[in-house]
């Protein structure tokens, strides 16, 4: 997706291990955000960044850590996984005031085996 | 209050049918509407949305209806296309474009 790139795309990592994703934009927007995506569930919001070392949890924060020290990246980090994080996690971004609502990433495929 | 009910979980069309997908929110705060299409291995595309202060948008083939006396909205999709079977989500935000809480998705098939 123009803009903004995840990394890796996909992920195969063992039980208790750190794990960490990336987001980078070149848009320079404001907001940037991490969700999961799991069946019946749809896109659940894991945390979200206003601004450069500002961050907040959203509603399944739980195991989840993220840092902003640059506009263009935000990093979500499993500090120690479990089986429950397999899913796919997409980071978005957005500007305040847009019409354009989100921009997602192609996702990450994580699997904590 | 922060939910996002959608509904039906999925959905079959035969191609040049009409495809219906409806949402429902209690929050009276929401004040934008957006629908997302994703495709398998892809993230999810704004498609199109709505502000509460109109009743209908109209972009191609899609349109969202909005009841706000119901808390209420709607996608609808006409002359269906098998280009269009893809996942949709609903979403709200009482933040203009920020935060959004969706709903858990669509699967839409349309069969050729």
């Known amino acids: 997706d123009a803009g903004i790139t995840q990394s890796p795309r996909h992920k195969v990592t063992e039980t208790g291990t750190p794990v960490t994703l990336r987001c980078h934009q070149t848009?320079?927007?404001?907001?940037m955000y991490w969700y999961r995506q799991d069946p019946g569930h749809g896109l659940r919001l894991i945390h979200y960044?206003?601004?450069?070392?500002?961050?907040d949890k959203g509603e399944v924060s739980d195991g989840y850590s993220v840092s902003r020290s640059k506009t263009e990246d935000f990093l979500l980090t499993l500090e120690s996984a479990t089986s429950s994080q397999t899913s796919v996690y997409f980071c978005?971004?957005?500007?305040?005031?847009?019409?354009?609502?989100?921009?997602f990433g192609s996702g990450t495929r994580l699997t904590v085996v | 209050q922060q939910q996002v009910k959608q509904s039906p979980q999925s959905l079959i069309v035969q191609k040049g049918g009409i495809s219906i997908i409806n949402c429902a929110y209690e929050?009276?705060?929401?004040?934008?509407f957006p629908w997302y299409q994703q495709f398998p291995g892809k993230g999810p595309a704004l498609l199109i949305a709505?502000?509460?202060?109109?009743s209908e948008k109209k972009e191609g083939r899609f349109t969202i209806s909005f009841n706000k006396s119901a808390k209420q909205f709607s996608l609808h999709i006409m002359d269906s296309q098998p280009g269009d079977s893809a996942t949709y989500f609903c979403?709200?935000?009482?933040?203009?474009?920020?935060?959004?809480?969706f709903g858990p998705g669509t699967r839409l098939s349309v069969l050729p």
């Open positions: 978005a971004i957005s500007e305040q005031g847009s019409n354009y609502g989100y921009t």
């Open positions: 848009e320079n927007h404001r907001y």
């Open positions: 960044s206003y601004g450069v070392k500002d961050t």
């Open positions: 929050n009276t705060a929401f004040d934008y």
């Open positions: 709505i502000r509460p202060d109109v």
């Open positions: 979403a709200a935000s009482a933040d203009y474009g920020q935060n959004f809480v």
